[in-house]
């Protein structure tokens, strides 16, 4: 069954750092999205991307975020200046169009 | 008040009992309802969706959506130990109507299921 990969599994990075997670949608879905999970805390909803622009950002994904499609398959979040409240797991979703999101299983990301 | 409100438990119940998870939810705009397993240090797995009110059947899963109350449920019939997890309720607005949108997830029930 095809599913979502996320890389690194686990990225350990200085405050400060910019830190690019990678993810692979699924290959025939036309949306992506990007949620985080503080240890202990409900998953967040952060970006959803659609035709290569942002169609949804909450309010967390503020200026130090920001997302790209850089090729027809890689779909990634960067984070420019990591702080120590940056530190939870990231999650990548696609979907196709009116249908529910499939989630990959996430990249730790530590701040030191 | 929330939007998405979920007993966080834990909940714990003997193999082949029938177990029930709810959530209630404050917004109205949420049209699409989805119920999602999460494995420890896994990510959610989509379980079951279901599109406003009314009930959906999978096996030994039921989802039930009323709308009037807003109260989504979650019932898993001959409770099995590996539907031990957190399940978490995830509705949607469907947002432009192109696709469900974003997610609003409950805090996640966690759930065990012992021999």
């Known amino acids: 069954e095809p599913e979502v990969t996320q890389t690194p599994s686990h990225q350990v990075t200085q405050m400060g750092q910019e830190v690019i997670l990678r993810c692979v949608p699924i290959?025939?879905?036309?949306?992506f999205y990007w949620y985080r999970q503080i240890l202990g805390q409900k998953v967040e909803f952060l970006v959803s991307f659609y035709n290569n622009e942002i169609s949804e950002k909450s309010e967390i994904f503020d200026d130090q975020f920001s997302v790209e499609r850089p090729d027809g398959s890689n779909f990634t979040l960067k984070i420019r200046s990591t702080k120590l409240e940056d530190s939870a797991m990231y999650f990548c979703?696609?979907?196709?169009?009116?249908?529910?999101?499939?989630f990959g299983d996430g990249t730790r990301l530590s701040i030191l | 008040q929330k939007e998405v409100e979920q007993d966080p438990g834990p909940l714990s119940v003997p193999e082949g009992a029938i177990v029930s998870l709810n959530c209630t939810y404050s917004?109205?705009?949420?049209?699409?309802f989805m119920w999602y397993r999460q494995y420890s240090r896994k990510g959610p797995e989509l379980l079951m969706y279901?599109?406003?009110?009314g009930n959906k059947e999978d096996g030994r899963f039921t989802a039930q959506v009323d709308k009037s109350s807003k109260y989504i449920s979650l019932f898993i019939r001959d409770s099995q130990p590996s539907d031990s997890a957190t399940y978490l309720c995830?509705?949607?607005?469907?947002?432009?109507?192109?696709?469900?949108?974003?997610?609003?997830f409950g805090q996640g029930t966690i759930l065990t299921v012992h021999p």
């Open positions: 917004n109205s705009a949420f049209q699409y």
């Open positions: 290959s025939n879905h036309l949306y």
């Open positions: 279901t599109y406003s009110s």
């Open positions: 979703a696609s979907s196709l169009q009116y249908q529910p999101q499939h």
């Open positions: 995830a509705p949607a607005g469907g947002a432009g109507g192109t696709s469900y949108g974003k997610l609003t």
